[in-house]
């Protein structure tokens, strides 16, 4: 893995990360409500295609489909006892797919699974962390992306985890509202002030409404940390038809503009999350080119 230096030299003045995996699998077959790791594994053409697409249109750093490959989910399969394994083959499929990108662990909240918020189930996170990073360490991840965090003690679980198991960089995005607050009702700015001086390698936000908004809480968040901010917002406000189905339909262009507006706020891994297509990454490859060759 790399270093937290190392990850820091890769960056430079900004760096493009990818876009949606679910969304998009889900638009190639994958059906809805499965557990999306096992059916990467019997499709990796389908995710190893798509992959291909977001390096081809400028992403530099991939994650690999290791969402929810934690032993507290795998368990309903009956598969905990194949969470190294399991996260380790997820890695080495991304891993082929893009030899030329950075390959980034995925984690993700457990806060569906247990009530993270409680002390007394701390060291249960920790445990279901220990076992992933394992796993995606033994893949060769270069780095570690915990998304999608809703609690901040996610967060400090990850955080134990990777510290107890040797990792290198990893870095923490949380999803929140326009106005920099959880969903916790904490003021996300103290918790990621709180990371970095722990060892966060980069702190941002993903899933998050791309809006005129947007650059606004990049610039509230930069006020708090000095390392690489992550800004990975979805493609707009979804619209939920009656099957209970969200479709995004932000236009790449329209996209490109509001995360290049974020750069100029201070964020320099850019990506994007639920909606997102290698379309949005092309575009916004090209407005990124002209923001950082004017830097």
Known sequence: MLTKHEFSQR????????????SNLRAKGMPRLCNTELWVLEHPEILQTLQRQYARAGSQILYAPTFQAQPIVLERAGLAEQTEKLNA????????AVPECLVAGDLTTLAAFCDSWDPKNFDLLVANYRRQIRGLIDGGADVLGAETLLYPQEAEAILTAAELEGAGAVFYTFTMQADGLLFSGMDAGPVLQELERNGAAALGFNCVAADDMTAGLVAKLRRYVSVPLICKPNA?????????IAHYNMDPAVFARVVTDCAQMGAKLLGGCCGTTPKHIAALKEQQEKYCQSL
Do not use: K, Q
């Open 11 to 22: 960056i430079g003045n900004c760096m493009l990360m990818d876009g949606a995996t679910g």
């Open 89 to 96: 083959r997820l890695v080495a499929l991304t891993r082929h």
């Open 236 to 244: 707009g406000m979804p619209v939920i038809t009656e099957d209970s």
